[in-house]
């Protein structure tokens, strides 16, 4: 079975000028956990997801550092506090959005995807065709196929 066999071909998608406020509001009322932020000619140039809007509602924690000889030596990933601080403050979906998307071609086998988004720990792939999107696979999309194809 391929990743076009499975995959919810309505998707749902946001743009990067959108407000976070809007993504917020079409997680909800669409009962989604995440969306394909995509450009104008339908390429997917990003992914935002309930984690990257939690950080917005998250209390900011510093990275743990040091002083030694007037220089700052961090204890913990300065990048990470770096990509939170951006998504803190972001209002728009370009500024909290994750740039490295996972995404699968439509003839990719059913069984990779799955080994994917476990490696990987997503819960969404977004699915396209020459850096298209034309489908977007989830966990549930994996549960429905294991159902048609044992019932």
């Known amino acids: 079975m391929l990743a076009k066999d499975i995959m919810t071909r309505e998707v749902i998608t946001v743009g990067k000028n959108d407000s976070l406020e809007e993504v917020a509001r079409i997680l909800l009322e669409e009962k989604i956990s995440g969306?394909?932020?995509?450009?104008?000619?339908?390429?997917?140039?990003?992914?935002?997801?309930?984690?990257?809007?939690?950080?917005?509602?998250?209390?900011?924690?510093?990275p743990f550092y040091v002083t030694l000889f007037d220089s700052i030596i961090f204890l913990e990933n300065p990048i990470r506090f770096n990509n939170n601080i951006k998504k803190f403050t972001a209002s728009q979906v370009e500024d909290a959005m994750t740039t490295k998307v996972i995404m699968v071609e439509e003839d990719t086998e059913v069984s990779r995807i799955v080994e994917i988004m476990q490696d990987k720990r997503v819960n969404r792939v977004p699915v396209v065709r020459h850096g298209k999107l034309v489908g977007i696979i989830s966990r549930n999309d994996i549960l429905k196929s294991l159902v048609k194809k044992n019932g």
């Open 35 to 62: 969306v394909p932020v995509i450009d104008a000619d339908s390429y997917v140039i990003g992914i935002v997801t309930e984690k990257d809007l939690i950080v917005k509602a998250s209390e900011l924690k510093m």
